[in-house]
């Protein structure tokens, strides 16, 4: 699996990770703004072994990673984690919006077209996210997107001396249909006479 | 890595796990008197797997795990995985390989002393674990130890016709129960 391709949204498209990402990868990851918001896909590193991170990531068996990019400049990261053959879903783990992109709907944007994805093209009955119950912004889109908790963690992850709850939320095939189904597909419908 | 020997009750004890414990997983994950609950009875269930399997579990510092002995027997591993030394949180898990001996309290004691363990040793804040809602032997052992329900997770698995959902459960110093 490893590097995720294409996947366009309206303002923003993931894409393939390339090599000239990493050091805004670092750079993320250095950034207390997003280490109290989200859990460390890695730690801060030179640049050789952000390259090594890299290349494990590409042989990977069930990770995947892609960059987000708006206006020809990358905003963010997403990876996640599909499940396995006999049981079908994806936990998306990491998912970061530059914090100088922050409020300009550009992390809605790309859930949304991930999601697609997800659900309209992979055709996967479930995914599912974990997020600090601090972290309203994200919340939002979850909410949005139609996730709903199905647990709470107490006293999960520890930052600026103390503990914060985490929440647990799936979100599911019906749940897309219902609110995204009519308006949202990776491709509009066949033609009637495709296959003749 | 691998945890050190803890003497419990009733002939249970947890042991340091050994490259010869390793190859007894894959015979006990095949059967399906265990594996109702626990999937997918198919993959590299090779000795040479396990082999190599061992040598990772015992170089990762991100998880400790143990033979559960039985009247000086192997019949089942435990541990805490994928720990994050930050928060001092763990996911916990149990697996008893020997079927015949289920409903003798092995888990229940195994789960005792392995909290204790994360509590008194590991200096850890939280463990917590899935369990199918439906395998109330196990659910009721790590709530003897004080695993408290953070959770139920709805149509997890599908197996024999019927929707398995899944218990979450946590626990903390605090909520261990043992009076010692």
Do not use: C
């Amino acid at each position: 699996m490893g590097l995720g391709g294409t996947i366009r949204g309206k303002k923003t498209t993931l894409r393939l990770p390339a090599e000239a990402d990493l050091d805004t990868y670092n750079s993320w990851m250095a950034d207390m703004r997003v280490r109290r918001a989200h859990r460390m896909w890695h730690e801060p590193a030179m640049p050789a072994t952000w390259k090594e991170r890299l290349t494990e990531t590409a042989k990977d068996k069930t990770d995947v990673l892609w960059s987000i990019a708006a206006d020809s400049r990358i905003v963010g990261l997403a990876a996640g984690r599909f499940w396995s053959v006999t049981q079908l879903g994806f936990s998306l783990r990491q998912f970061v919006i530059d914090p100088q992109e922050w409020r300009k709907g550009y992390g809605f944007d790309a859930a949304l077209a991930l999601h697609r994805y997800l659900f309209d093209y992979i055709d996967l009955p479930r995914v599912g996210v974990e997020l600090r119950a601090d972290n309203v912004a994200a919340l939002r889109i979850a909410e949005r997107l139609g996730y709903v908790e199905y647990a709470r963690g107490h006293e999960v992850h520890y930052r600026d001396g103390g503990y914060v709850d985490e929440t647990q939320l799936f979100m599911d095939k019906d749940a897309w249909r219902d609110r995204w189904g009519a308006t949202e597909r990776e491709y509009a419908p066949l033609a009637s006479d495709a296959t003749r | 890595m691998f945890g050190p020997r803890v003497e419990g009750r009733n002939g249970v004890a947890l042991l340091p796990s050994t490259v010869e414990h390793f190859k007894l997983h894959p015979v006990w994950e095949a059967q399906p008197e265990v594996g109702r609950f626990w999937g997918p009875r198919f993959g590299d269930l090779t000795e040479v797997h396990q082999e190599e399997h061992f040598k990772k579990v015992a170089a990762d510092q991100t998880q400790i795990q143990w033979t559960i002995a039985y009247q000086e027997e192997p019949v089942g591993f435990t541990g805490i995985f994928d720990i994050d030394w930050v928060r001092r949180d763990g996911e916990s898990g149990i697996f008893i390989g020997r079927h015949d001996l289920f409903g003798k309290g092995i888990a229940s004691e195994a789960v005792r002393l392995r909290t204790d363990f994360a509590w008194r040793e590991m200096r850890l804040h939280r463990v917590h674990n899935w369990i199918a809602l439906a395998n109330r032997g196990s659910r009721r052992a790590n709530e003897k130890s004080g695993y408290k329900q953070m959770g139920v997770y709805r149509k997890s698995f599908f197996r024999s016709g019927e929707w398995y959902d899944e218990w979450l459960g946590e626990a903390y110093p605090h909520t261990f129960p043992d009076p010692r």
